[in-house]
């Protein structure tokens, strides 16, 4: 029993510090601005020189200017788009989330793993590694 009372007792602490961790609100505000479609205030939560990679590192995009140009156009042409967060790790500046994407309501959501990395309150790199 006090074995059992420990594990929860961690685990408990585990998701609080995951929760508190400031990466992780820096991802789960993009997260939320994504849903919104709402491009300005999703691309604020990226550095200037925001890198995105299919993992392990081949560049898929460099630079806020063509993130908003990607992502602005999926805004504006998926009014279904919704993200919905499975599974989230956060360490230090690091979230790995598990994404379900719904782009169609009609459509079965499509799975990703995708890995952020926080700097100076920025997303500077992020890393697509399963879609």
Same mark, same amino acid.
């Given at each position: &029993?006090? +074995?059992?009372?420990?594990? $929860?007792?961690?685990?408990?602490?585990?998701?609080?510090?995951? !929760?508190?961790?400031?990466?992780?609100?820096?991802?789960?505000?993009?997260?939320?601005?994504?849903?919104?479609?709402?491009?300005?205030?999703?691309?604020?939560?990226?550095?200037?020189?925001? +890198? &995105?990679?299919?993992?392990?590192? %081949?560049?898929?995009?460099?630079?806020?200017?063509?993130?908003? /140009?990607?992502?602005?156009? &999926?805004? /504006? @042409?998926?009014?279904?788009?919704?993200?919905?967060? !499975?599974?989230?790790?956060?360490?230090?500046?690091? $979230?790995?989330?598990?994404? %379900? $994407?719904?782009?169609? /309501?009609?459509?079965?959501?499509?799975?990703?793993?995708? &890995?952020?990395? $926080? !700097? @100076?309150? %920025?997303?500077?790199?992020?890393?697509?590694?399963?879609?």
């Amino acid at each position: &029993m006090k +074995k059992l009372l420990i594990f $929860v007792l961690l685990s408990v602490s585990f998701a609080t510090a995951q !929760e508190n961790n400031e990466a992780a609100i820096i991802v789960q505000k993009q997260v939320e601005a994504y849903n919104a479609r709402n491009i300005q205030a999703f691309s604020a939560l990226f550095s200037d020189d925001v +890198k &995105m990679y299919d993992f392990p590192k %081949k560049l898929r995009s460099s630079g806020k200017a063509e993130l908003e /140009k990607r992502f602005g156009q &999926m805004f /504006k @042409n998926t009014p279904d788009l919704f993200s919905y967060i !499975e599974d989230r790790i956060a360490s230090g500046n690091t $979230v790995i989330d598990h994404e %379900k $994407v719904t782009f169609k /309501k009609d459509e079965p959501a499509k799975e990703f793993i995708v &890995m952020y990395i $926080v !700097e @100076n309150d %920025k997303i500077t790199e992020v890393y697509y590694i399963k879609r």
